[in-house]
């Protein structure tokens, strides 16, 4: 066979191939586990994520279609610059400028959880978006309807026969790409994890070292290492916002000894992911900190972990500050994969 022949029979293979791949549901994406991190809870096995599952999800985070007047998508309350929390608003803000009752948090490393929302009220992430896209103050919508808007779209026709290798929407596969591209959003390259890994670019300054002395000492029982969240329930003792009255995990369980306990936030990239708390009470990390120095309400619930009162100098607080700033991961802030879908 002359060289050309061969040329042109390896070019026919090779489109034969990438047509394959872009016929049938895209490849699936290696979900990794970084090192010395447990298990993931979510169960891949009945959703595998694929580059184009993915990308669906991606463009129904970024679509206002998913809420009942398209005026707020999901990345309307979650944005990426921020760790997919919502700067500046204390309490969420939904359709028809209705203000929720709770401070939208960051949204990352989400594999991980076992459980949704301040309160764990959802148990698991494919649920989860149910809940703002059915909340009157949220998006309200219905489910229906969503499915309704996106099989009379072309673009969603084309992208769901990518992802699923049917181009009918439908209330479950909306769910699963969500889950898709909510489960990418993983943020472990900050520059403590390049110091734990002793990677270049992980060097922590003698203060923020002495933070990090502080923090495992004072912090680090709940906000537990390497996800910064031992995934449990706590009273870490704020007072009562007396017009929210707020229960949290109670709410759920209807059992006063879950009376004032919330979800353990992570506190990877909490430098973005101001105001803080579920109802984005503390605006600085340094009023954080000022509550569990000095400001904690006693109750029935509080802790036990925060009974003795923590000993921390005004120089212990900035040395812990200090450290806590070095949870960024500016690759996971920029990841122009997890951006606005611009193609
Ligand atoms: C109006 C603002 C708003 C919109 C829109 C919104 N969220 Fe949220 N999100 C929140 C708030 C507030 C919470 C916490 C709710 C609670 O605890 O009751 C939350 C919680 C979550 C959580 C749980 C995080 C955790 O650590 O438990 C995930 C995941 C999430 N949202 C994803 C989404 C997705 C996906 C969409 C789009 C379908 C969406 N959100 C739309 C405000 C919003
Ligand atoms: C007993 C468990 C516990 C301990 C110990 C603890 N926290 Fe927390 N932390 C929580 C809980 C629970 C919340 C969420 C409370 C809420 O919103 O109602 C929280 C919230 C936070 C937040 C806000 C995060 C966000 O996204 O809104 C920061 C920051 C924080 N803690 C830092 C610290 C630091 C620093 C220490 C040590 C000085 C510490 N925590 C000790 C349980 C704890």
């Not at 047509?19 to 994406?29: I, T």
């Not at 949704?116 to 309807?145: A, R």
């Not at 000894?257 to 506190?267: A, G, M």
């Amino acid at each position: 066979m002359p060289f050309s022949a061969i040329k042109i029979s390896f070019i026919s293979l090779g489109l034969f191939f990438m047509l394959l791949a872009f016929r049938g549901p895209g490849d699936e994406v290696k979900f990794v586990v970084p090192e010395g991190w447990p298990k993931p809870v979510y169960d891949f096995s009945g959703n595998p994520v694929t580059t184009t599952g993915f990308q669906l999800g991606r463009h129904l985070f970024y679509d206002p279609l998913l809420s009942r007047d398209t005026t707020i998508s999901c990345a309307g309350c979650h944005l990426q610059a921020t760790g997919f929390a919502h700067v500046d608003h204390q309490l969420s803000h939904g359709i028809y400028g209705r203000i929720g009752r709770r401070n939208a948090p960051a949204i990352m490393n989400m594999a991980w959880s076992r459980s949704f929302m301040w309160d764990g009220g959802v148990n698991h992430l494919d649920m989860q978006p149910l809940s703002p896209i059915t909340s009157p103050d949220e998006m309200d919508e219905t489910m229906e309807h969503v499915v309704r808007k996106l099989n009379e779209s072309a673009k969603y026709r084309s992208l769901f026969r990518a992802a699923f290798g049917d181009s009918i929407a439908t209330g479950q596969k909306t769910l699963l790409a969500l889950s898709q591209f909510v489960l990418m959003l993983n943020s472990f390259n900050s520059r403590y994890d390049k110091y734990m890994r002793n990677e270049a670019g992980g060097q922590l300054t003698e203060q923020e070292l002495r933070g990090l002395q502080i923090f495992r000492k004072n912090c680090a029982s709940c906000h537990t290492e390497p996800l910064f969240t031992n995934r449990d329930f706590a009273n870490n003792g704020l007072p009562v916002d007396t017009a929210l009255m707020d229960t949290g995990r109670m709410k759920i369980t209807g059992d006063s000894r879950d009376s004032l306990r919330f979800k353990v936030p992570t506190l990877r990239n909490i430098q973005f992911t101001a105001p803080y708390m579920h109802d984005g009470r503390f605006k600085k990390l340094l009023e954080v900190v000022n509550h569990y120095a000095d400001g904690l309400q006693k109750s029935p619930t509080l802790d036990a972990r925060l009974q003795s009162p923590m000993v921390l100098s005004h120089e212990d607080k900035i040395d812990l500050v200090a450290f806590l700033l070095t949870l960024t991961d500016r690759d996971f802030l920029f990841d122009t994969r997890f951006g606005f879908p611009r193609e």
